[in-house]
């Protein structure tokens, strides 16, 4: 993670990042049980959001410094990166007030709870659905939070489905 903390360090003060956050599992990992992940997804904010080649300037900052690539991943240290774009007004929210935390020994932003549950709302894979459902069970995130994220966001119908299928028992 210390890798990792120090590369999007050296992509911000490049500019060629103006923001980044950790989401996804290894996320989730922050404030639930371990989950099983291959990769850390990093969610980014670039200065050029509608070039069609977005990441490419990321890709060829971390081959000017030695990494290699993975298919969609860029290998940083022990660990696959998937670097996406900030894809939503959700998404933007979620990186702008992600918290600056400690991982593993590394200082990294991380999104938050509610945020992270929101997000894996929007996807609805069956694993998004795990991920809500743990991030509302341990506490993380609380049901008014996301429920507040769901109706500023648009995600109406997702939430009804998915308390329909999950939380009215």
């Not at 069609?52 to 060829?60: F, N, R, T």
């Not at 590394?106 to 694993?127: E, N």
Request: charged residues 20%.
């Amino acid at each position: 993670m210390k890798e990792l903390a120090t590369l999007l360090r050296e992509l911000t003060e490049a500019g060629v990042i103006t923001g980044h956050a950790v989401f996804g599992a290894m996320a989730q990992m922050r404030y639930t049980e371990p989950v099983a992940t291959f990769d850390v997804d990093v969610l980014v904010e670039v200065p050029e959001p509608d070039r069609l080649d977005v990441l490419s300037p990321i890709y060829e900052f971390c081959r000017s410094r030695g990494f290699t690539t993975e298919g969609e991943c860029i290998r940083v240290g022990a660990w696959p990166v998937q670097f996406i774009p900030v894809f939503s007004p959700l998404t933007t929210e979620a990186l702008r007030q992600a918290r600056a935390t400690t991982f593993a020994g590394a200082p990294i932003r991380v999104v938050g709870a509610d945020h992270l549950a929101a997000i894996a709302l929007s996807v609805g894979r069956g694993k998004d659905y795990e991920r809500v459902l743990a991030l509302l069970k341990n506490g993380s995130a609380t049901r008014q939070a996301v429920e507040d994220l769901v109706a500023k966001h648009g995600l109406a119908t997702a939430w009804h489905r998915f308390q329909t299928r999950f939380l009215n028992d």
